[in-house]
C-alpha cells in the first residue's frame, strides 16, 4: 500500500481536448499525497474503469473523476471533499442550448432520471439522483461496493440507452450511497 490519499483521474480521448485544461489543472488545491492520473482511449467508460482500479490499486480514499474539456477553480477539490460526503459533483451545463445543468433531481415512475434546469433555490449542497462525471470526487468505497465494470453504458426497462456517469450514479444508489451536488462549485 502506498501513502495516496487521493486520486485526480483525468480522462481524454486520443487527443486533449483543451490544452487549457492542464493548465488550469496545475492550479487546483489538492491535499498531500495527492497524485494525477491519465487515461486516455476513445471509450470514456473504459476510461473511467482503468482511473477506478488505479485509484484502488493506489488503495486511495478517493478520486476526483475530471474531463479534458472543463476549467476548476482552484478550490474546487479541497471544496468537494469538503462535504465529507460519498459522491459529490461540480455544478456544470451542457454544451449546446438550453445549457441545462448535467444533474438530475427526480426520477419518472419507470425509475428513470429526469433531466432538470435550473431553479433559484438551488444552492449549496443539494442531494439528486444522477449526475454528469466530468467534475465528481467518488469515495473508494463506492467503488468497492460495487462489481466490475463501475463505468458502464446501460439500457433501462423502458428500451433508452444511458451514460455511465448515469448508470454509476443508479448503481451507487442502489448501494446506499447518496448522490450530491454543490451548486456553488461552477465548473467552466
Excluded at 501513502?3 to 490544452?19: D, K, L, P, Y
Amino acid at each position: 500500500m502506498s501513502n495516496v490519499t487521493g486520486v485526480i483521474g483525468v480522462s481524454s480521448a486520443e487527443h486533449a481536448r483543451h490544452a487549457s485544461f492542464y493548465d488550469e489543472l496545475s492550479y487546483v488545491e489538492r491535499p498531500p499525497d495527492t497524485v494525477v492520473s491519465h487515461s486516455v482511449g476513445l471509450y470514456i467508460n473504459k476510461n473511467r474503469d482503468q482511473l477506478s482500479a488505479h485509484a484502488l490499486e493506489l488503495g486511495a480514499d478517493w478520486i476526483w473523476y475530471v474531463d479534458d474539456d472543463h476549467c476548476f477553480h482552484p478550490d474546487t477539490l479541497t471544496r468537494l471533499l469538503a462535504h465529507d460526503v460519498d459522491v459529490v459533483s461540480g455544478l456544470y451545463c451542457r454544451r449546446t442550448a438550453p445549457f441545462h445543468p448535467v444533474i438530475y433531481l427526480e426520477e419518472d415512475h419507470e425509475g428513470d432520471v429526469i433531466k432538470c434546469a435550473f431553479r433559484d433555490q438551488d444552492t449549496g449542497l443539494i442531494p439528486v439522483v444522477a449526475c454528469g462525471a466530468g467534475c465528481l470526487l467518488v469515495k473508494t468505497k463506492v467503488l468497492r461496493a460495487l462489481s466490475p465494470p463501475y463505468w458502464r453504458f446501460s439500457q433501462r426497462p423502458n428500451g433508452e440507452m444511458v451514460g455511465e456517469d448515469i448508470d454509476f450514479c443508479v448503481r451507487a444508489r442502489e448501494k446506499g450511497f447518496n448522490i450530491w451536488c454543490d451548486m456553488d462549485a461552477a465548473i467552466g
